[in-house]
């Protein structure tokens, strides 16, 4: 039987840093490029990490926990990590491209796995207009901003701007307001996986926007185009009955 073949990847913070040196000399390490499963040791912050340089891959990612959130990680233990990453269940992820127009005319790309997010950069509130598959579905929306979030990604930023939580493979996507003032009332809306939605800024130069995919921050945009990148693809690795869907799941009984 072929040797599985592992490379680390911890994060900077001191308790993943000294599980690292451990778990290399218990199982050996090689680089990504060579690897057959990435472990990733640290909170969420290094499982995104971690999966951001998967994209042209899709090489599996295991995550063990040894940070400040672990929703996306698995338990950490330095016993039997092979047997564990053998019979892991496996969660396949489609991330967001994000297209963002700056007021210069330059258009920034990138992907997200969570959510692509518009924020006001100053005090005045934004003021957007969403359009969804070329239909314009709200003219004006005065808020502090507004995203779009994967099923992998609602429990995180939209789940506390009060979005809905997305089972893993619901074909959905969550349109998530960030304190909207006009319309007042609007929650959000729930889109299908497929869905194309561009945001205009209004009044960019009195009111600027920033876009941000996970953590790829672009200023002073005037549009934004976000919809699935369907030929990317992630694969997580989760222990057997701590899987995606089943921790959304239990997120959503928590109290």
């Not at 451990?22 to 990733?40: K, M, N, S, T, W």
């Not at 701007?161 to 969550?174: K, T």
Request: charged share 25%.
């Amino acid at each position: 039987m072929t040797q599985l073949r592992l490379s680390f990847f911890a994060s900077k913070r001191p308790e993943a840093q000294e599980a690292l040196p451990e778990l290399q000399r218990l199982y050996g390490h090689v680089p990504e490029e060579d690897a057959d499963v990435i472990v990733a040791v640290g909170g969420d912050g290094a499982m995104l990490d971690t999966l951001r340089r998967r994209f042209d891959d899709n090489k599996p990612v295991y995550g063990m926990h040894r940070g400040t959130v672990g929703f996306l990680m698995n338990d950490y233990s330095l016993e039997g990590l092979v047997e564990r990453i053998n019979a892991a269940e496996r969660a396949s992820i489609i991330p967001l491209r994000m297209i963002a127009t700056d007021t210069h005319g330059e258009r920034h790309r990138a992907l997200a796995i969570n959510e692509v997010s518009l924020l006001r950069q100053t005090a005045q509130s934004a003021r957007l207009k969403i359009t969804v598959d070329d239909r314009v579905r709200m003219e004006e929306l005065t808020c502090d901003g507004v995203m779009v979030a994967t099923p992998s990604g609602s429990t995180a930023y939209n789940l506390s701007a009060h979005g809905p939580i997305l089972p893993i493979g619901a074909n959905l996507l969550a349109l998530t307001p960030v304190s909207a003032f006009r319309p007042r009332r609007w929650k959000g809306a729930l889109l299908r996986h497929d869905a194309i939605v561009n945001i205009d800024v209004i009044a960019p130069d009195r009111r600027p926007v920033a876009a941000a995919a996970d953590n790829q921050e672009v200023r002073d945009i005037v549009h934004v185009q976000i919809r699935e990148s369907r030929d990317r693809r992630l694969t997580m690795l989760f222990d057997p009955g701590h899987a995606l869907d089943e921790r959304i799941l239990r997120e959503q009984f928590a109290f």
